[in-house]
């Protein structure tokens, strides 16, 4: 089992920056592809960004390639996400979301563990 606890998340302007941390704790030693996804108020949830766990691969969205970035930090437990350049269709809660498929799966699906979220409120 692992637990995710997601951290980061607030208000800020158009224009603006901010970064989203996500802590695991339990059978952090596995394998796993870490993902972030998000989802607003009636739409689906959605693919953000995966990022393996050597940190070698990473996959975008393309609403986000450019602005985003998806980091860990193996001896913290901890997958960042950096997002500059914010716009009011990035508001949404997002979530972080493990997996212990190697593939960095795209479908929300295929991720087994999943952190609360966190809001993210984008003002034009």
């Known amino acids: 089992q692992v637990q995710l606890v997601e951290s980061g998340g607030g208000l800020v302007q158009a224009g603006g920056s901010l970064r989203l941390s996500c802590v695991a704790s339990?059978?952090?030693?596995?394998?796993?592809?870490s993902g972030w996804f998000r989802q607003a108020p009636g739409n689906q949830r959605e693919l953000v960004a995966i990022?393996?766990?050597?940190?070698?691969?990473?996959v975008y969205a393309d609403s986000v390639k450019g602005r985003f970035t998806i980091s860990r930090d193996n001896a913290k437990n901890t997958v960042y996400l950096q997002m500059n350049s914010l716009k009011p269709e990035d508001t949404a809660v997002y979530y972080c979301?493990?997996?212990?498929?190697?593939?960095?799966?795209?479908?929300?699906?295929?991720?087994?563990?999943w952190g609360q979220g966190t809001q993210v409120t984008v003002s034009s």
């Open positions: 990022i393996s766990r050597s940190s070698s691969s990473t």
């Open positions: 339990g059978r952090t030693s596995r394998n796993y592809s």
């Open positions: 979301a493990y997996s212990t498929s190697l593939q960095m799966p795209t479908m929300s699906s295929r991720y087994e563990y």
